[in-house]
């Protein structure tokens, strides 16, 4: 796939394929779990036709696939020829490790051929040996936690940094119509001057210019702009670094109309100008 990312993720089963999947899902990776091999060629080949819309592909392919596994080779081989760019990321653990896991998540292994679960791991390493061999990334994981195999593949794969990494939205709202109920953080700030009550200023809303200076030029805003983004200079490094990809921060007035969406207008532009992918939304800006 020329100038976009095509992902195979697999591994030894317990070893964080899941894990892998929703990370990459989290940076914009359309993914795809247990897809038949088989149908590798010609799917790569569909998203190759979506003008762009699909340009970073991640599919995970292990042995729940059964006997349609034993496809994978040619599956490889049908990529090469017809020049489709594909990267291999292997997971792996040791088999102490593994056999923990499993015994934690009480989950039947896919490989069973009647043994116990530690001839079932060594049976799926022989089944996994040529994909483990042309791995393009290979990432052992039997001493690191879900924050660690998740920080280890976006640095080393994804090849992001902290910030492209933690999706901001600025939602404005309104308080006498509730609080958004996915919010992370609020910020009130009823406490500033109401455009509501200057008659000019009444019919217009916070992106407009006129609202957007009289509630920006308050010299309480200013202080408190600073202490907000002081604060979230300090949190969203912390928060990413937690794990988390997507954070909300709501910024609440009486109505949602005027200081609210001013204000957030403001701390989007900011996030962006700091390299955050930050979103602003309105809720209550039409009420």
Known sequence: ?????????????????????????????????????????????????????????????????????????????????????????????????????????????????????????????????ELKSRATYLIDTTTL?????????????????????????????GFKFGLPMDVDLVFDVRFLPNPYYVESLRALNGTDEAVAQYVLGEPHTKGFLEKVTALLNYSLPLYSAEGKSNLIIGIGCTGGRHRSVAIAEKLGDYLHHKGYPAHVEHRDIRQ
């Open 145 to 173: 936690d879900s924050k660690k195999l998740r920080e280890r593949i976006l640095r080393n794969i994804a090849g992001t940094t902290t910030k492209e990494r933690l999706q901001v939205t600025v939602i404005s709202f």
């Open 1 to 129: 796939m020329q100038d976009n990312r095509f992902i195979i993720i697999t591994g030894l089963s317990g070893a964080g394929k899941t894990l892998a999947m929703k990370t990459l899902e989290d940076i914009g990776y359309f993914c795809v779990d247990n897809l038949p091999p088989v149908l590798i060629p010609k799917f790569a080949e569909l998203c190759q036709q979506t003008a762009g819309r699909v340009n970073k592909l991640a599919i995970v392919v292990d042995l729940r696939g059964g006997d349609f596994f034993d496809d994978i080779s040619d599956a490889l081989a049908a990529l090469d020829a017809s020049d489709h760019k594909y990267e291999i990321l292997f997971l792996d653990a040791s088999d102490e490790v593994l056999i923990r896991r499993y015994k934690e998540s009480r989950r039947r292994h896919p490989v069973s051929p009647g043994g116990g679960l530690l001839e079932s791991i060594q049976n799926e390493r022989v089944k996994l040996q």
